[in-house]
């Protein structure tokens, strides 16, 4: 059985995990009568759970309406609703973390945009050395698997940023820079400007879960130029398909470009302040990885120091 890492700093008593199963589902139940037939038990052992928390917390967590035979939460029991459900997820994540490492997976941190544009040569090597079946790409953005390495829930990945990259307890190496250009279908445009320049322009762009969002707004307000923003997405492809119909241009990291975006015109911007797209490979310190998961890192790391 489970037991819930919380203690009472009054009592010292260790709450029962099934305790706050069975307080989740009567709050969404209502009934007692329906916990206990879920769950395959007698009603008073749910009566007795509830009882447990409730002297746990020092306070009612229920309010019991006999006319209506259901109940209700109270503050209290709201609260400590929030917590079961806050402990379940985590009890979740880690089973599905021990599943994972009983097959050998390897759990790898991955922003669309660089699994994308960046990461398919090493998806290529790891399928010709047989070790595919053995890796997971998790997809997140960059600032969710940071938060997500942060607090060990993943050990390793690549992120994208603007700013340099420290997280105690991990290793963060930059192992690529892309700049940022403006691209576009008007091939009238010299190859060199200042973002000022392009101050008419309607301009089409990555949604605010981007770095190219922050980028573009801190030329607007570091240049105090604002052009037109005629259109927003998530899509990269979406994106550079809109520009090429010539409805505006866009601010686009040079990782995302490919052959098939040939025929857009690709201007240099000038002005100083312009950050490059770093990618950053982290580790956290001291992972123990096993022989599947150390062939998959060396294949990553052969990839990324080159």
Do not use: C, W
Not at 63 to 68: L, P, Q, T
Not at 128 to 148: T, Y
Not at 184 to 197: A, I
Request: no cysteine.
């Amino acid at each position: 059985m489970i037991k819930l890492i919380y203690i009472n700093e009054r009592r010292g008593v260790a709450m029962n995990f099934k305790d706050l199963s069975y307080f989740s589902a009567l709050a969404e139940l209502k009934q007692f009568t329906a916990v206990s037939e879920q769950f395959g038990v007698t009603q008073p052992t749910i009566t007795y759970a509830i009882k447990r928390l409730e002297e746990e917390f020092d306070s009612e967590l229920l309010e019991r309406h006999a006319s209506k035979k259901s109940v209700e939460l109270t503050r209290t029991g709201e609260l400590v609703l929030e917590l079961a459900k806050q402990i379940q997820s985590e009890i979740a994540f880690t089973k599905e973390e021990v599943r994972l490492h009983s097959l050998k997976k390897l759990r790898f941190g991955l922003p669309p945009i660089i699994g994308t544009y960046y990461f398919m040569p090493v998806t290529r090597q790891l399928a010709k050395r047989h070790l595919l079946p053995n890796f997971e790409a998790v997809e997140m953005g960059s600032a969710d698997l940071m938060a997500q390495i942060a607090d060990g829930k993943l050990n390793f990945g690549l992120i994208a940023s603007i700013d340099q990259v420290h997280i105690p307890g991990v290793i963060a190496q930059k192992v690529a820079s892309f700049p940022f250009v403006l691209a576009t279908t008007n091939k009238d445009l010299p190859d060199e400007m200042y973002f000022e320049d392009v101050a008419d322009e309607d301009f089409i762009l990555l949604n605010e879960g981007f770095i190219h969002s922050r980028v573009f707004k801190e030329l607007t307000n570091n240049t105090e130029t604002f052009p037109r923003i005629l259109y927003t997405t998530s899509n990269v492809e979406a994106l550079k398909g809109v520009v090429k119909e010539g409805l505006g241009m866009t601010l686009i990291t040079t990782l995302a470009l490919q052959e098939t975006d040939r025929d857009m015109h690709f201007i240099k911007l000038l002005n100083d302040d312009v950050p490059t797209f770093d990618i950053y490979l982290l580790a956290r310190e001291s992972v123990h990885v096993n022989d599947a998961r150390a062939d998959i890192l060396q294949v990553i790391r052969e990839y990324t120091d080159k």
